[in-house]
């Protein structure tokens, strides 16, 4: 990955999290990202971040090998933003597709029913990408490896407003309120919001670790998870069928790649280890806090 990339990804994510927050997304116009030291402190969980390194280039080419080094958001005055990391420590299940459409369907039983996907748009779909799967490359020939997913669950509608208020009124709507009418799904019931791929790549592609950057020439994104995963090797790029009249919609994949983007860089350590019990444990063997020095 690029510095700019980086940028970029930073960007996408605290965009994706003031809508949620109802915060003023132009903050991140002056942060910065430098190389940090990561050091614990003798308190559970708890470590401080020390910026070390430049300024680095929001344009730049270089390339950020992972965990080779670690890198933090920095103020104008060189100060580590903390706001930007509290903002990401959501609570994780809230934050992926598979969770979110979880959660829409305990609310609303009816959402089960109005948003599964027809038969005519899974031929229409398979017949559009010639029964390959768009991530790999490979022909489909045995029933059994094909899938055909939504990018955008039609139970998230909450997903395509552009601003709080509306993503909130609709999550209320859907989730709170019941909505059980069809035809307000309907405008992510269509082909350009389905895509055919590998059975095994279904889970991850439901919890966006797997998506496609349509402003990095359809690059495929792999996050969380090795590029080789159950045998199957990942295409570089998404071949897009522009002659269709059915073609992926960029809208769509955008916000699947937004939510994928949020959902690798948000949470920290607390998401992993609860802090009351890591505490217990720690009371459990007679180790006093203080004395703890990694």
């Given at each position: 990955?690029?510095?700019?990339?980086?940028?970029?990804?930073?960007?996408?994510?605290?965009?994706?999290?003031?809508?949620?927050?109802?915060?003023?997304?132009?903050?991140?116009?002056?942060?910065?990202?430098?190389?940090?030291?990561?050091?614990?402190?003798?308190?559970?969980?708890?470590?401080?971040?020390?910026?070390?390194?430049?300024?680095?280039?929001?344009?730049?080419?270089?390339?950020?090998?992972?965990?080779?080094?670690?890198?933090?958001?920095?103020?104008?005055?060189?100060?580590?933003?903390?706001?930007?990391?509290?903002?990401?420590?959501?609570?994780?299940?809230?934050?992926?597709?598979?969770?979110?459409?979880?959660?829409?369907?305990?609310?609303?039983?009816?959402?089960?029913?109005?948003?599964?996907?027809?038969?005519?748009?899974?031929?229409?779909?398979?017949?559009?990408?010639?029964?390959?799967?768009?991530?790999?490359?490979?022909?489909?020939?045995?029933?059994?490896?094909?899938?055909?997913?939504?990018?955008?669950?039609?139970?998230?509608?909450?997903?395509?407003?552009?601003?709080?208020?509306?993503?909130?009124?609709?999550?209320?709507?859907?989730?709170?309120?019941?909505?059980?009418?069809?035809?307000?799904?309907?405008?992510?019931?269509?082909?350009?919001?389905?895509?055919?791929?590998?059975?095994?790549?279904?889970?991850?592609?439901?919890?966006?670790?797997?998506?496609?950057?349509?402003?990095?020439?359809?690059?495929?994104?792999?996050?969380?998870?090795?590029?080789d995963f159950k045998g199957l090797k990942l295409q570089e790029s998404l071949t897009i069928n522009d002659h269709s009249n059915d073609r992926l919609d960029d809208r769509y994949l955008r916000r699947h790649f937004s939510r994928c983007i949020q959902y690798m860089i948000g949470g920290g350590i607390h998401d992993d280890y609860k802090y009351h019990s890591v505490k217990s444990l720690i009371s459990d063997f007679g180790i006093l806090e203080a004395s703890i020095s990694t």
């Amino acid at each position: 990955m690029s510095i700019r990339h980086l940028y970029r990804y930073f960007n996408i994510a605290w965009r994706e999290t003031c809508l949620s927050t109802y915060q003023e997304p132009n903050l991140f116009k002056e942060v910065s990202i430098r190389q940090v030291r990561v050091e614990p402190t003798k308190q559970v969980l708890d470590y401080n971040v020390t910026p070390i390194g430049p300024v680095l280039a929001s344009e730049s080419e270089e390339l950020v090998t992972s965990g080779t080094r670690d890198f933090g958001l920095c103020k104008p005055d060189g100060s580590i933003l903390d706001v930007y990391m509290r903002s990401q420590e959501l609570e994780r299940h809230t934050r992926n597709f598979d969770s979110l459409r979880a959660h829409f369907f305990r609310k609303n039983r009816f959402l089960e029913t109005v948003t599964t996907m027809s038969v005519e748009v899974r031929e229409a779909v398979l017949r559009r990408d010639h029964n390959t799967c768009c991530i790999t490359g490979l022909l489909l020939t045995e029933a059994e490896t094909v899938a055909v997913e939504w990018v955008i669950p039609p139970a998230l509608l909450s997903e395509l407003e552009t601003d709080s208020e509306g993503r909130h009124g609709v999550w209320r709507e859907v989730a709170d309120d019941g909505l059980r009418d069809p035809a307000r799904f309907e405008c992510l019931k269509v082909v350009g919001n389905a895509i055919t791929m590998h059975r095994d790549l279904v889970e991850m592609y439901r919890r966006n670790q797997l998506s496609i950057d349509v402003d990095d020439k359809y690059r495929i994104i792999c996050l969380g998870v090795p590029k080789d995963f159950k045998g199957l090797k990942l295409q570089e790029s998404l071949t897009i069928n522009d002659h269709s009249n059915d073609r992926l919609d960029d809208r769509y994949l955008r916000r699947h790649f937004s939510r994928c983007i949020q959902y690798m860089i948000g949470g920290g350590i607390h998401d992993d280890y609860k802090y009351h019990s890591v505490k217990s444990l720690i009371s459990d063997f007679g180790i006093l806090e203080a004395s703890i020095s990694t």
